[in-house]
């Protein structure tokens, strides 16, 4: 029986290896503001990189921007869903359990964002996290409806309340150019705090679309892991691909409508669902390419790191600082886009080897066993080589 296969008491690896590819998005990302490009202004990034590596900053901008952390949402609301499927009453669950899960993860995402990478997005999933229990009480469709009004409100939240379009959130921040550049890795602590507590004064446009965004994408993973479509992933292949590439197309098309359009008014803020509905179409192709009939070298190599997703992302934002920071090699600034992306895919690649090399003597990934083990108050037994869940 292939280790692949989606049923109940097995794990679906090639869902591992789609949440693997859409963390190293995440870590390009992040990966770009670490190294300090994403600090600059419009001009003076034009004026600091070449050719090639602002076509490559264009190119993130349009393709990944905001898409991977939307995927990410789905995939959480899809793994959340599976996790309840697994530990429910009968196995010793409870409500409180299932709090103390959200709660321990918003206090590693405060740990993140205070000592690692300011721009945390744990913190986030933790509080809008809490509403999936009360979501999963509710019927499949009612589930869907909500997550897709939620998504749809998110542009018409926007357009009603007068506040400015979303903007880049550290966009130019030179102080934290400056500050992260600083050899004192209290600088950085305090930066950090700085960015967390500050960033929002300029970008309350992007809090609302992200948090009607977020919460319906977590309610849409969520009904998909409850209903029997993730057993069915390869005999779907072709409608996903199919529908993938229409949600890639309307998605493109609805970004370039945005970009020509300076100051979006009314139902042009609809366009603002580009990043949701390209998020949900790659998510399609990648799952659509991935669960084909033979295992594929990809799929493979990547699932480790999908099995220990927050690790992967805590310990990109570490070594992140290692490479970028004052305190460490002192690169911030000094690479472009190209480079960038180079330097997150080789930390990639650093943490799959470190995945598949943890994997032959532990079940849980070390972040992922410290998040259960305070769940359940005791810790976990963490050796062996079984497919945790």
């Not at 049923?7 to 670490?34: C, F, P, S, W, Y």
């Not at 309340?161 to 030179?174: H, L, M, T, Y």
């Not at 390209?278 to 070298?297: P, R, S, V």
Request: charged content about 10%.
């Amino acid at each position: 029986m292939s280790a692949s296969r989606s049923h109940k008491g097995e794990r679906d690896t090639r869902i591992d290896a789609v949440r693997a590819i859409i963390l190293t998005v995440v870590i390009i990302m992040n990966m770009m503001t670490l190294s300090g490009l994403a600090y600059l202004s419009p001009d003076a990034r034009a004026q600091a990189l070449g050719t090639l590596d602002l076509l490559a900053w264009d190119f993130l901008a349009i393709f990944l921007d905001g898409k991977a952390l939307a995927a990410f949402s789905f995939m959480f609301g899809l793994s959340f869903s599976m996790i309840l499927s697994r530990a429910g009453p009968e196995n010793g669950a409870s409500a409180a359990q299932i709090i103390r899960r959200f709660l321990v993860l918003g206090a590693i995402g405060l740990f993140n964002a205070i000592f690692l990478f300011w721009a945390d997005i744990l913190m986030t999933y933790a509080a809008l996290g809490l509403l999936l229990p009360l979501a999963a009480r509710l019927p499949q469709r009612v589930i869907v409806g909500l997550g897709t009004a939620l998504i749809l409100a998110g542009p018409v939240a926007l357009a009603l309340s007068g506040i400015d379009p979303p903007a880049p959130v550290p966009e130019g921040r030179d102080d934290s150019l400056q500050a992260f550049a600083s050899s004192s890795y209290a600088d950085t602590i305090t930066q950090n705090l700085n960015m967390v507590t500050g960033a929002a004064d300029t970008v309350n446009g992007t809090l609302i679309l992200r948090f009607f965004m977020l919460s319906g994408l977590f309610l849409l993973g969520l009904a998909v892991g409850r209903s029997n479509l993730p057993a069915r992933f390869k005999a779907l292949r072709v409608p996903m691909f199919k529908l993938g590439a229409l949600c890639l197309g309307f998605g493109l098309g609805a970004g370039a409508a945005l970009r020509l359009t300076q100051t979006p008014e009314g139902v042009w803020f609809l366009l603002y669902l580009e990043t949701p509905i390209m998020a949900l179409g790659f998510l399609m192709l990648l799952t659509a390419a991935l669960h084909g009939k033979k295992e594929g070298w990809l799929h493979v190599m990547l699932a480790p790191l999908g099995r220990m997703s927050l690790t992967g992302y805590l310990g990109a934002s570490i070594l992140g600082q290692v490479l970028f920071y004052g305190w460490g090699f002192q690169l911030i600034g000094q690479a472009g886009t190209v480079a960038v992306m180079a330097i997150a895919l080789a930390v990639t690649a650093l943490l799959v080897s470190f995945a598949h090399l943890w994997f032959r003597h532990f079940v849980y990934g070390p972040w992922e066993w410290l998040w259960r083990s305070l769940t359940h108050l005791s810790p976990q037994p963490i050796v062996g080589r079984g497919q945790a869940f």
